[in-house]
């Protein structure tokens, strides 16, 4: 049973299952959701079970056939995979196009033809317009999956034409199911990670990776000095940033991740400073938070401010040693 490695998002599956029951599935869906909740595994599993040579149920892959391995490999000659270039800030028109023009190709395998869209959010008017025709007038059998972080974002072309399934933050059992699945199973790490994730299971897995946590400690011990220096803060980040590789979703996702964690570490210094009971703190990281919670509420919450718009800037893609090192500026401010 395949769906069983997606954890939660049961809403979307029901959802889903019931349009195939009565014969009405969609042709183009639009997945809502934060990252890393398993949105890309949750299509994964969709574009298998509508390509399985074998079904053993309604909507529900076999896992053992050919089809079925080639999805999840990706080599399947009916099913495909759109991304943004690396190089790239928007979904250019010509992979638009590209992906139009396989979508009308007939099926090699005689079934459906399904094209995942993983980065949905960076349609701009031009390439959004291309998918026009083929919204409104699918190709027999063609199938498209768009995955987005937040409907406001997308263009009303696509919008209006989608089918949208939503999917939320994953509940602490559904993330913990998630964490054991890649073998944690220290007590004490699940219950921190689970604290820590905001009901990501990316973040959390991130989060699992010993180099992070390490990282965490020294976010720690530099915003917690009682002299934080900016420029050794903003150093640590951009190290941290850069030892993801040279990839650049890699290190957007590493500098996204970096920010939330400064988030976290000023959120439990906030409710300290209310004076607000923090369970799940040890004594060095209380002690630490305590001398961030000391500059008070409203000066923590600027520093909030200020993560919130950089983790804006980073999937802007702007320049990131330039958004550490401001960033770094207003956390350092005392
Ligand atoms: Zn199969």
Same mark, same amino acid.
């Given at each position: 049973?395949?769906?069983?490695?997606?954890?939660?998002?049961?809403?979307?599956?029901?959802?889903?299952?019931?349009?195939?029951?009565?014969?009405?599935?969609?042709?183009?869906?639009?997945?809502?959701?934060?990252?890393?909740?398993?949105?890309?595994?949750?299509?994964?599993?969709?574009?298998?079970?509508?390509?399985?040579?074998?079904?053993?149920?309604?909507?529900?892959?076999?896992?053992?056939?050919?089809?079925?391995?080639?999805?999840?490999?990706?080599?399947?000659?009916?099913?495909?995979?759109?991304?943004?270039?690396?190089?790239?800030?928007?979904?250019?028109?010509?992979?638009?196009?590209?992906?139009?023009?396989?979508?009308?190709?007939?099926?090699?395998?005689?079934?459906?033809?399904?094209?995942?869209?993983?980065?949905?959010?960076?349609?701009?008017?031009?390439?959004?317009?291309?998918?026009?025709?083929?919204?409104?007038?699918?190709?027999?059998?063609?199938?498209?999956?768009?995955?987005?972080?937040?409907?406001?974002?997308?263009?009303?072309?696509?919008?209006?034409?989608?089918?949208?399934?939503?999917?939320?933050?994953?509940?602490?059992?559904?993330?913990?199911?998630?964490?054991?699945?890649?073998?944690?199973?220290?007590?004490?790490? /699940?219950?921190?990670? %689970? &604290? $820590? *994730?905001? #009901? =990501?299971?990316?973040?959390? !897995?991130?989060? @699992?990776?010993?180099?992070?946590?390490?990282?965490?400690?020294?976010?720690?011990?530099?915003?917690?000095?009682?002299?934080?220096?900016?420029?050794?803060?903003?150093?640590?980040?951009?190290?941290?940033?850069?030892?993801?590789?040279?990839?650049?979703?890699?290190?957007?996702?590493?500098?996204?991740?970096?920010?939330?964690?400064?988030?976290?570490? /000023?959120?439990?210094? %906030? &409710? $300290? *400073?209310? #004076? =607000?009971?923090?369970?799940? !703190?040890?004594? @060095?990281?209380?002690?630490?938070?305590?001398?961030?919670?000391?500059?008070?509420?409203?000066?923590?919450?600027?520093?909030?401010?200020?993560?919130?718009?950089?983790?804006?800037?980073?999937?802007?893609?702007?320049?990131?040693?330039?958004?550490?090192?401001?960033?770094?500026?207003?956390?350092?401010?005392?």
């Amino acid at each position: 049973m395949t769906w069983d490695r997606v954890r939660g998002h049961d809403p979307a599956r029901q959802q889903l299952l019931a349009a195939h029951r009565r014969g009405r599935l969609g042709h183009a869906y639009l997945f809502v959701g934060p990252d890393g909740v398993g949105k890309r595994r949750f299509a994964t599993e969709f574009a298998k079970a509508l390509l399985c040579e074998n079904p053993p149920a309604d909507l529900t892959a076999c896992d053992r056939c050919p089809a079925c391995a080639q999805v999840a490999a990706e080599t399947h000659p009916d099913f495909s995979v759109v991304r943004t270039p690396d190089d790239k800030l928007e979904l250019p028109v010509d992979t638009a196009r590209e992906l139009v023009a396989n979508l009308a190709l007939r099926p090699v395998r005689g079934g459906r033809k399904v094209t995942l869209v993983i980065d949905a959010d960076d349609f701009n008017e031009e390439s959004a317009n291309c998918l026009l025709k083929t919204l409104e007038e699918p190709p027999a059998g063609a199938v498209l999956i768009l995955l987005a972080t937040s409907a406001e974002r997308q263009l009303a072309t696509i919008l209006s034409r989608c089918q949208v399934v939503r999917f939320h933050p994953l509940g602490p059992a559904d993330l913990k199911l998630v964490l054991l699945d890649n073998g944690v199973t220290d007590p004490a790490t /699940l219950d921190r990670l %689970v &604290r $820590l *994730s905001g #009901g =990501s299971a990316g973040r959390a !897995l991130a989060l @699992a990776d010993d180099a992070v946590w390490q990282f965490r400690q020294t976010l720690l011990t530099a915003v917690g000095s009682t002299r934080p220096d900016p420029v050794g803060l903003a150093a640590k980040v951009i190290e941290f940033v850069e030892s993801a590789g040279k990839d650049s979703p890699a290190q957007r996702a590493r500098a996204s991740l970096a920010i939330h964690l400064l988030t976290d570490l /000023l959120r439990t210094a %906030v &409710r $300290l *400073s209310l #004076g =607000s009971e923090v369970p799940g !703190l040890d004594a @060095a990281e209380r002690g630490k938070l305590q001398a961030v919670a000391a500059v008070g509420p409203d000066a923590i919450a600027v520093m909030l401010e200020a993560c919130t718009e950089a983790d804006g800037y980073v999937e802007r893609r702007v320049q990131l040693a330039i958004l550490i090192e401001q960033l770094a500026d207003r956390v350092c401010r005392r």
